[in-house]
């Protein structure tokens, strides 16, 4: 048995919760194969929802193997909603492709999340430099996984990307 997940609260609007897990749950790559690919067609979306072949460009079915079915019990599952996911350019790194915006359950924050004036309001720096507040300790079933971890920190996958690839928040909270 794994460590159970603490949920950081990033908003609260009327009866819905928006949370961020306060450690590395997992390490997977963000496409099963190295291409240029954005948020909507990769495979990590897949694999963190439960989506079939249709869902990421690799045609990989997710549907019984996943996150979601890993991390929730089925009481839990019902209650996370849907999620319009706003998958636009960067408006702090011009070279940030975003792509058509997404319907899920489970996704990753966006570099504008992370880092600019929409940081803020979730608790991380203002600047894109080194933020306490994103600086990620990593699960024991994620070191199990693979995850680099230097002094218990590691890295941690955002769902907006640069012209070749995803991006991440580096161990200094960079």
Do not use: H
């Not at 099963?32 to 690799?58: C, D, F, H, M, P």
């Not at 019984?64 to 706003?86: C, G, L, P, Q, R």
């Amino acid at each position: 048995i794994y460590e159970p997940i603490k949920w950081r609260v990033l908003k609260i609007e009327g009866n819905r919760v928006f949370l961020l897990s306060d450690i590395a749950l997992d390490a997977q790559k963000y496409n099963s194969v190295k291409e240029k690919i954005i948020w909507g067609t990769s495979t990590i979306r897949s694999w963190l929802n439960g989506y079939g072949s249709a869902s990421n460009r690799q045609k990989i079915d997710y549907s019984s193997k996943n996150f979601i079915n890993s991390a929730f019990t089925t009481s839990e599952k019902e209650e996370i909603t849907d999620t319009t996911v706003i998958n636009s350019n960067s408006t702090n790194y011009g070279t940030v492709v975003g792509g058509n915006d997404t319907r899920d359950k489970v996704f990753f924050l966006s570099s504008d999340e992370v880092y600019g004036d929409d940081a803020l309001v979730y608790g991380f720096a203002l600047s894109g430099g080194n933020d306490e507040a994103r600086r990620v300790k990593s699960s024991i079933y994620a070191k199990a996984m693979g995850a680099q971890v230097y002094e218990d920190i590691c890295f941690w996958w955002l769902r907006s990307g640069s012209s070749d690839s995803a991006m991440n928040v580096d161990r200094s909270g960079y």
